[in-house]
Nanobody, 118 residues
């Protein structure tokens, strides 16, 4: 049984920072051979892609949605089977439930709330 478990999100002020992590366990696949992504869903909106980091065969290349480029950084630690999302210069529009996902599979984390408000 594959499990993706995200860290607790939290509350940040505009301009602040938060770091999310997502640990993968129970996978029959090698973690390092899978891309990992972060998505988010704001109230009343569809879930949207935020960032992805490629598998080791594609050199762990990171890609970002335009809305977060330059502010968010995705990274991974293959030895810990963990993917991270460092979020800086947060804006109220970043408020959402954030989900990690294994590649393009149906394996998702449970979601974690990030709220940006003064």
């Amino acid at each position: 049984q594959v499990q993706l478990v995200e860290s607790r999100g939290g509350l940040a002020q505009p301009g602040g920072s938060l770091r999310l992590s997502c640990v993968v366990s129970g996978s029959i696949f090698s973690f390092s051979n899978n891309a990992m992504g972060w998505y988010r869903q704001a109230p009343g909106k569809q879930r949207e892609w935020v960032a992805e980091i490629a598998e080791i065969a594609r050199f762990g290349i990171a890609t970002y949605a335009d809305s977060v480029k330059g502010r968010f950084t995705i990274s991974r630690d293959n030895t810990k089977r963990t993917v991270y999302l460092q979020m800086n210069s947060l804006k109220p529009d970043d408020t959402a439930v954030y989900y990690c996902r294994m590649g393009r599979t149906d394996y998702w984390g449970q979601g974690t709330q990030v709220t940006v408000s003064s």
